[in-house]
């Protein structure tokens, strides 16, 4: 394995060839540069690909069992897992992506130890972080009131939140795990555990659903037990041999240096959950809107489809993230810079292809989650913004995964606070109360006030980065935090 891996090292690195040369031979040297680079990139984006659309899949059937329980539950179970699993996923997966700096750029410098201290670092990091967030759950009911939500939707959801605290803490253990793993190219287990995950999740749904009719809150009951499966098999493998050298046991180290690492993991957080939490405040506003029930159907839909899709720029997310940490822990900043070229460019061609599809069939997609014809045609009122937001959203995250890798988290936390919350959220309440387009305002004003003009602001910064420097700055992080277990 090594052998391979060493061999596609060198031809990443390959010089072009010196004196008189053909157009042709720079096309071939390119053409080869490229290929070895999407190996290495799929090696990470297709498991890393399957496993985030097999446990969003798990989501998606929730709130398609949810939806033929009737509209309520459906609005129920949508907000519950659009902005209460939403708002505190975000955060827990921006500051569990820490591990995406820390232990990519450990791995491609060869401080394979320094990985498993890492993680354990994370996830006291992260219990604790859970157990400040239990309020967003047990307070979720008047909470959902005070913004405005109907009296109706607003109980029902406090019921179904309580029942989904078993998959919050899950994910205190299940993402550090998923980083340490995807930092070490063993994405096949991770997509081995969603797979099974997926399956564990049909099956009780069917019997907590349809055979024992727990209705709504027997569907979120088993959005937890599919999580703590997958779980439970990535723990097994990466403690008990799967991760020799990148696993040594529980170590007292994970309790040292507990501040720095604290601060770069809130520095994720903050970067990611603003992300995240944008388009909760945009299901939340939707909801104060005339008939929200149907508007917060609608809209959870669309979201729930973007969502799916999503899955796909995400793992160009975590590739991406893990070929510029790898390259930048390795001191080279050139194949940095060209991973960056290379993944950016692939997840829009793929992007490009779900915006046709979204304008082909949005009416086929629909009928998944509702029978209604008022959300129908609510939808279908939706779809271009759909489809653009899919088409800008297959940019965006790869841009996020560069400043993962690069570590530069801080800065671009603050992008996203100007961007999202200056300028998206005043911009959608403009078009959406001011002048009246209701739900279709609030998202175009959001998406073309805040999203798009991020983007542009993290393609400049990407296409001016000095890659060379950036490589010093990784090599003397790895250096500082290995001498602080040593």
Same mark, same amino acid.
């Given at each position: 394995?090594?052998?391979?891996?060493? $061999?596609?090292?060198?031809?990443?690195?390959?010089?072009?060839?010196?004196?008189?040369?053909?157009?042709?031979?720079?096309?071939?040297?390119? $053409?080869?540069?490229?290929?070895?680079?999407?190996?290495?990139?799929?090696?990470?984006? /297709?498991?890393?690909?399957?496993?985030?659309?097999?446990?969003?899949?798990?989501?998606?059937?929730?709130?398609?069992?949810?939806?033929?329980?009737?509209?309520?539950?459906?609005?129920?179970?949508?907000?519950?897992?659009?902005?209460?699993?939403?708002?505190?996923?975000?955060?827990?997966?921006?500051?569990? =992506?820490?591990?995406?700096?820390?232990?990519?750029?450990?791995?491609?410098? $060869?401080?394979?130890?320094?990985?498993?201290?890492?993680?354990?670092?994370?996830?006291?990091?992260?219990?604790?972080?859970?157990?400040?967030?239990?309020?967003?759950?047990?307070?979720?009911?008047?909470? %959902?009131?005070?913004?405005?939500?109907?009296?109706?939707?607003?109980?029902?959801?406090?019921?179904?939140?309580?029942?989904?605290?078993? %998959?919050?803490?899950?994910?205190?253990?299940?993402?550090?795990?998923?980083?340490?793993?995807?930092?070490? %190219?063993?994405?096949?287990?991770?997509?081995?555990?969603?797979?099974?995950?997926?399956?564990?999740?049909?099956?009780?749904?069917?019997?907590?659903?349809?055979?024992?009719?727990?209705?709504?809150?027997?569907?979120?009951?088993?959005?937890?037990?599919?999580?703590?499966? =997958?779980?439970?098999?990535?723990?097994?493998?990466?403690?008990?041999? /799967?991760?020799?050298?990148?696993?040594?046991?529980?170590?007292?180290?994970?309790?040292?240096?507990?501040?720095?690492?604290?601060?770069? =993991?809130?520095?994720?957080?903050?970067?990611?959950?603003?992300? *995240?939490?944008?388009?909760?405040?945009?299901?939340?506003?939707?909801?104060?809107?005339? *008939?929200?029930?149907?508007?917060?159907?609608?809209?959870?839909?669309?979201?729930?489809? *973007?969502?799916?899709?999503?899955?796909?720029?995400?793992?160009?997310?975590?590739?991406?993230?893990?070929?510029?940490?790898?390259?930048?822990?390795?001191?080279?900043?050139?194949?940095?810079?060209?991973?960056?070229?290379?993944?950016?460019?692939?997840?829009?061609?793929?992007?490009?292809?779900?915006?046709?599809?979204?304008? %082909?069939?949005?009416?086929?997609?629909?009928?998944?989650?509702?029978?209604?014809?008022?959300?129908?045609?609510?939808?279908?009122?939706?779809?271009?913004?759909?489809?653009?937001?899919?088409?800008? *959203?297959?940019?965006?995250?790869?841009?996020?995964?560069?400043?993962?890798?690069?570590?530069?988290?801080?800065?671009?936390?603050?992008?996203?606070?100007?961007?999202?919350?200056?300028?998206?959220?005043?911009?959608?309440?403009?078009?959406?109360?001011?002048? $009246?387009?209701?739900?279709?305002?609030?998202?175009?004003?959001?998406?073309?006030?805040?999203?798009?003009?991020?983007?542009?602001?993290?393609?400049?910064?990407?296409?001016?980065?000095?890659?060379?420097?950036?490589?010093?700055?990784?090599?003397?992080?790895?250096?500082?935090?290995?001498?602080?277990?040593?």
């Amino acid at each position: 394995m090594r052998g391979r891996e060493g $061999k596609e090292e060198s031809e990443s690195r390959i010089p072009l060839l010196k004196g008189p040369h053909t157009a042709e031979e720079d096309g071939g040297e390119l $053409k080869k540069r490229v290929w070895v680079e999407t190996k290495k990139l799929w090696r990470i984006v /297709g498991p890393a690909m399957f496993s985030r659309l097999t446990t969003n899949s798990i989501l998606v059937i929730t709130q398609a069992f949810a939806g033929h329980l009737g509209d309520l539950e459906l609005a129920a179970i949508s907000i519950v897992t659009n902005v209460i699993l939403s708002f505190n996923f975000g955060l827990l997966l921006g500051m569990a =992506s820490a591990l995406e700096t820390l232990c990519g750029q450990a791995f491609g410098a $060869k401080k394979y130890y320094m990985l498993g201290v890492y993680m354990q670092r994370s996830w006291i990091v992260l219990f604790f972080c859970c157990v400040l967030l239990l309020p967003t759950y047990l307070f979720t009911t008047p909470v %959902l009131k005070f913004l405005g939500q109907p009296d109706d939707i607003a109980e029902l959801s406090g019921v179904v939140s309580v029942w989904a605290i078993p %998959l919050h803490f899950a994910f205190c253990l299940a993402l550090p795990l998923q980083r340490f793993l995807q930092c070490q %190219l063993k994405n096949q287990v991770t997509a081995f555990s969603a797979a099974v995950a997926l399956v564990v999740h049909i099956l009780t749904c069917w019997l907590f659903v349809s055979g024992l009719k727990l209705g709504v809150m027997g569907t979120m009951a088993t959005v937890g037990i599919s999580w703590w499966v =997958s779980v439970l098999i990535l723990l097994a493998y990466s403690t008990c041999g /799967g991760c020799p050298l990148t696993w040594t046991g529980f170590s007292s180290e994970a309790f040292t240096g507990l501040w720095e690492f604290l601060k770069l =993991s809130a520095s994720s957080g903050v970067m990611l959950c603003l992300e *995240n939490w944008y388009y909760q405040i945009l299901v939340i506003m939707t909801g104060n809107l005339q *008939n929200p029930r149907i508007a917060v159907d609608s809209l959870s839909i669309c979201m729930t489809i *973007n969502g799916w899709e999503m899955m796909i720029p995400l793992a160009f997310f975590a590739g991406t993230g893990v070929r510029v940490a790898n390259e930048l822990g390795a001191g080279n900043g050139k194949g940095a810079r060209f991973a960056t070229i290379v993944s950016v460019t692939q997840s829009l061609i793929i992007g490009l292809f779900f915006w046709v599809i979204i304008m %082909l069939f949005h009416n086929q997609i629909v009928w998944i989650f509702s029978s209604s014809d008022a959300v129908l045609t609510a939808v279908n009122r939706l779809t271009i913004l759909l489809a653009f937001t899919v088409l800008l *959203n297959s940019v965006q995250p790869v841009l996020s995964g560069v400043a993962v890798g690069s570590g530069w988290q801080s800065y671009v936390a603050y992008i996203n606070l100007g961007c999202y919350y200056c300028l998206g959220v005043p911009f959608g309440f403009l078009m959406g109360w001011v002048f $009246k387009f209701g739900v279709l305002g609030i998202w175009a004003g959001m998406m073309f006030g805040g999203t798009a003009v991020q983007t542009m602001i993290l393609i400049f910064i990407t296409t001016r980065c000095d890659w060379e420097n950036e490589a010093q700055i990784a090599v003397a992080r790895v250096n500082k935090w290995s001498k602080s277990i040593d």
